[in-house]
Structure formats: structure tokens, C-alpha cells
């Protein structure tokens, strides 16, 4: 059976940079704490912890004067804000993606737009983007939802970093019928139009896709869509210990991809594994 791996399966430069960053604070056993998930990958976050990450629900967790990390995901700077009044020493390890994002938001919400954020509003980097433009933005998860708002001056739209390019073209497609004053910044970084592309190239080319990342992370919840939009058997993993013999016979190719939150060391279990069963 042949195995081909996506060429970017894996960590993108802002994952890297967050976990490079943590790894480095934690140098000596020092206690570094992360409001939430430092990136969307519990098994990376494990082996963090046990070097000293702490991570808490509650900016009112973080001790005084503590070293507080930035989530690569970003956060409310109003919070940021709190946790230096208190002492505290801000290590932000917002990807250069989402930093951009943040900033465009801001900006739209600075010149008066009404901002629109194409993204899940219950995710982390919406929720800190939302933030940045004063927690007023519309945030639209399915172009449909455009019929049900109004606007009265220039609509700024954005996206979140890990959405689908198709998301913000349908969402600008659905403004543009309700209004001529937009301002469109497509905000979704390389590395995910990158990954979705291959993704998409590759379920063309095999009998089974494996898709490895963690359950909670959004980039790699679409790869899985894209995937089984080619009509391909596809399976969302974390670890190696989750794949079956059964999803093998009869396959000729199987497909690997990752999430940008995955680490090498989790692809390479899963291809080992499926060597071992094949």
C-alpha cells in the first residue's frame, strides 16, 4: 500500500513560533501561564504542562506578577491590559496572522465601518478579533445569515485565519446585494489556503484520507470538509492509537494530512502505525 503525505501537514510558522516560545519561558522549571489553549493540540498542551504550562479558564487564576503567555489564537487586550497592572509579564505569541487580523479589524471598527467577521463566533480568535473592534462586529458563519442584517455606513469583512476562501467570497457575494460600500480584507493566512489546497489535490489521489489534529481545531475541521467534498473516506484522528485495521482493506493509496497544530512526532506515529497494520 502506498502512503503520501500532504508536503505542509503540520505545524505552520505561527504554531511553532507559539510553542517555540513556551518552551523556551519554561526553560529552568519556571511556572508560565496561558489563558486557554495555547494552540488546539491537547497532546502538545500535555507535554507542555509537564514542564510547567499552566493553563486556566480565568484571567482572575493568573497570579500576580506571574509570566503570562499570549495564545497563538490572541486574546482581548483589554485582558492583557489587566494582567500588566497587576505586574505581570506578557510574552505574546499571537501568530503574525492573527496580530494581522486583529489590526485590520481595528482599524475598520477606528474609520467607522461596521465590521463583519466571516469565522465561528465561538472560537477563540473570533472572540479576540471581535475585541479589537470593540466587540461590535456581526460574525457570520454561514452566508445565509447575511440576509437577516442591515447596515447603515461602509461594511468592513475580514475572516478568521482558518476559514475556507469560499466562506468570505459568499459572505462578500450576499453584502453585495445590500450594499456598494465595502471594504474586504481577506485575512485567511498561507499556510491554511495552503494545507486546504493540498488537501483537496490529494483526496483525488487516494482510496482513504487520514486527517491528523486535534478535535477542537478548526483548521483542521476543514481539511476534513474538504476532504469528504471529494467523496473520499475520510478519518479525523488525534493520535495513532484511534486508527482501525478495518479502514484499510481494500485500499490501495492512503492520503496523511495534518493540522496546523499537530507536531511532527504525532504524523510520524500515525504513518509508523500504518505501516505496522499494512
Known sequence: MEIKIARHAGF??????????????????HRVYCLGS???????????????LVTVRDSAEIPAGSVFLV???GIDPGIVEEIVA??????????PFVRRAQLVAKKFYDDGCD???????????VVGINAWAGNSAKIIHNANEVKNLNFKGT???????????????????????????????????????????EVSAL??????????????????????QLSEAQKTPTKHI???????????????????????????????EVVDKIKEMC
Not at 12 to 29: I, P, Q, T
Not at 38 to 52: D, F, R, Y
Not at 115 to 125: K, N, Q, R, S, Y
Open 155 to 197: 461594511v468592513g469583512v475580514l475572516s478568521q485565519t482558518t476559514q475556507k476562501k469560499e466562506l468570505l467570497d459568499n459572505v462578500v457575494a450576499e453584502l453585495s446585494k445590500k450594499t456598494k460600500k465595502l471594504a474586504v480584507e481577506n485575512t485567511i493566512c498561507l499556510d491554511s489556503s495552503t494545507k486546504q489546497a
Open 71 to 73: 495564545r497563538s489564537h
Open 115 to 125: 465590521v463583519v467577521i466571516c469565522g465561528d463566533p465561538a472560537h477563540a480568535e
Open 238 to 268: 488525534e493520535t495513532a492509537g484511534e486508527l482501525q485495521p478495518e479502514w484499510f482493506e481494500n485500499v490501495q493509496k492512503v492520503g496523511v494530512a495534518a493540522g496546523a497544530s499537530t507536531a511532527q512526532f504525532l504524523i510520524d
Open 86 to 95: 497587576r505586574g505581570g509579564e506578557i510574552l505574546d505569541a499571537t501568530c
Open 38 to 52: 495555547l494552540i488546539h493540540n491537547q497532546q502538545v498542551i500535555e507535554k507542555l504542562e509537564q514542564k510547567g
Open 203 to 224: 483526496a483525488k489521489e487516494v482510496d482513504l484520507m487520514i486527517v491528523i489534529g486535534g478535535k477542537n481545531s478548526s483548521n483542521t475541521g476543514k481539511l476534513v
Open 12 to 29: 505552520c510558522f505561527g504554531v511553532r513560533r507559539a510553542v517555540d516560545m513556551a518552551e523556551k519561558a519554561l526553560e529552568g522549571g
